[in-house]
Structures are given as C-alpha cells and as structure tokens.
C-alpha cells in the first residue's frame, strides 16, 4: 500500500519561529510536491522536487525554502513564519513521467500565531 | 489569475441521483484534465483522468467530460451515493511541456449525497 507521510498533523507556531516540515514517502517515487490549501484557492503549489538536490519553484514559493537530501524525504522550510503562513500543508509524491497521479499525505495543519 | 476554476464551492444531490461537477479553463495549452477526491482529515486521491485528444472517459460510476471548444469539463456520478461526499479537485496540466510539469489545481467543490 503506497504511503506518504507527514510528520505533525497540527502544528502552532509563533510569528518569527523557523518551521519544518517534513515528509517521507515510501514509494520510491521521483517526484515530491509541497501545496498549501487555502479556501476558495484550492491547492497552490510552494515547490517540487524531480530529484536528489533539485528543486523547482512553483506558483507561490515566497518565505518558504525546500530541501531533498535523500530520495524519499522532501522538507518544507518557513525561515521565519508570518500569520500569513497559516494553512493546511500538502505533501505529494509521484512516479517521473506520471505526475497526473500524485500520491499525497494527510496533511499538516500549521496556525501561525 | 485562476487558470482553472471551479465556481460552484458546494452541491447537494439525493442518493441514487446524478451530480455534476463542473470546472472551467482558461490555458488552452492544457493538454490533460484530472479529478481528485478529498475527504476530512485526508490528503486528495487521484479519481479520474482525461487527455485532451479525448471528450470523454469512463470508470464505473464516474465519467468525465471534455468540451475542449468551451475549455470546460465535467465530473459526472450516476448512481450517487453518501460515501461519495468529499470535496473534489479540477486539476489540469500542460504534459506535452515534458514528465515534470506540476498540476494546476480549482479551489474545490463540496459534494454532498443525502440520504
């Protein structure tokens, strides 16, 4: 059974705090992705990563930073978190050539305070 | 600017009944459509797909639409039922452009099946 995994399913944190977020999947997929879903946006994605060591920016990669060391883990960074940071986090995984279906975690729900 | 949009944030439909779920489009450089189902607490799960040299595509009680003339698709459920209540995902993307081209995601339409 495929499984991504996210490492808090809530999170609070204070305005200025840096903030990770982890997740791991076990697929050995190639791809990883990081959204954030808002309401009435739907999901946005911050960055995704095709590799080891790279990584792309999506449509709102603003304050946020990613890192991929190791094929099955793919962080999200909040160098210094703003209430504006408030959301419910995605994480997702697919196989190269197959991103029409992403794999993705339960989510982290990060309040900013 | 929203690329894909679903403007309906909620439907309510009887069990045993058709919904229609509707998403617009404004890339005409999207060559494949996608739905993607969420309940509560849980991340989304890939449904149902569609490439653009196709107007329609079917998998048991789902069927997906494609009006590439209108830039507009739709997520048909015959016959509805309460577990199919979830917040549902447009999403599309423009595949011809090589393997890691990201998805661009609607804001969502909540599916409600009553009893």
């Known amino acids: 059974d495929v499984k991504v995994t996210q490492s808090s399913r809530y999170l609070v944190k204070r305005t200025g705090e840096k903030v990770f977020l982890e997740c791991v999947q076990d697929m050995d997929h190639e791809n990883m992705f990081w959204y954030r879903q808002d309401p009435g946006l739907g999901l946005r994605l911050i960055y995704f990563?095709?590799?080891?060591?790279?990584?792309e920016k999506g449509d709102i990669p603003e304050g946020y930073s990613v890192s991929r060391e190791k094929k099955e883990r793919f962080s999200l960074i909040l160098e210094s978190a703003s209430t504006n940071q408030t959301s419910m986090y995605l994480c997702?995984?697919?196989?190269?050539?197959?991103?029409?279906?992403?794999?993705f975690g339960p989510g982290t729900r990060l309040t900013v305070t | 600017d929203q690329q894909v949009k679903q403007n309906s944030p909620s439907l309510s439909v009887q069990e045993g009944r058709i919904s229609i779920l509707n998403c617009d489009y404004t890339n005409s450089m999207f060559d494949y459509f996608l739905w993607y189902k969420k309940y509560p607490a849980e991340g989304p799960t890939f449904l149902i797909s569609i490439s653009s040299i196709k107007d329609k595509n079917e998998d048991g009680r789902f069927t997906v639409f494609l009006n590439k003339s209108a830039k507009h698709l739709s997520l048909h459920i015959v016959p509805s039922q309460p577990g199919d209540s979830a917040v549902y995902f447009c999403?599309?993307?423009?595949?011809?452009?090589?393997?890691?081209?990201?998805?661009?995601f609607g804001s969502g339409t909540q599916l409600t099946v009553l009893p």
């Open positions: 990563s095709y590799d080891v060591k790279m990584k």
């Open positions: 997702a995984s697919s196989l190269a050539g197959r991103n029409y279906e992403q794999y």
């Open positions: 999403a599309a993307s423009d595949f011809s452009s090589g393997s890691a081209r990201q998805l661009t």
